[in-house]
């Protein structure tokens, strides 16, 4: 899956999945870090897809929101 996600396709496709990379990528967090926020009910769980993790691109995006309000 590509990293790179142009506006116009997210807004087409509000429940777009994402995985880890991307949002690794989008904020420059490790992937570590995200797990341990998971593990403390702070940030989204991911839908598994068999063994893979997937996030709903709003999700993500509504969390960030929240994170930039502080």
């Not at 509000?14 to 880890?20: K, S």
């Not at 990528?25 to 991911?46: A, C, E, I, N, V």
Request: hydrophobic share 40%; proline share 4%; net charge positive.
């Amino acid at each position: 899956m590509s990293t790179h996600l142009l506006a116009k396709d997210a807004l087409m496709h509000p429940d777009y999945l994402v995985d880890i990379k991307y949002i690794t990528t989008l904020t420059g967090m490790t992937d570590k870090w995200f797990y341990s926020l998971m593990q403390q009910q702070k940030f989204p769980r991911p839908i598994k897809l068999g063994r893979a993790s997937r996030w709903r691109l709003k999700e993500i995006e509504a969390w960030l929101a929240t994170q930039t309000n502080h």
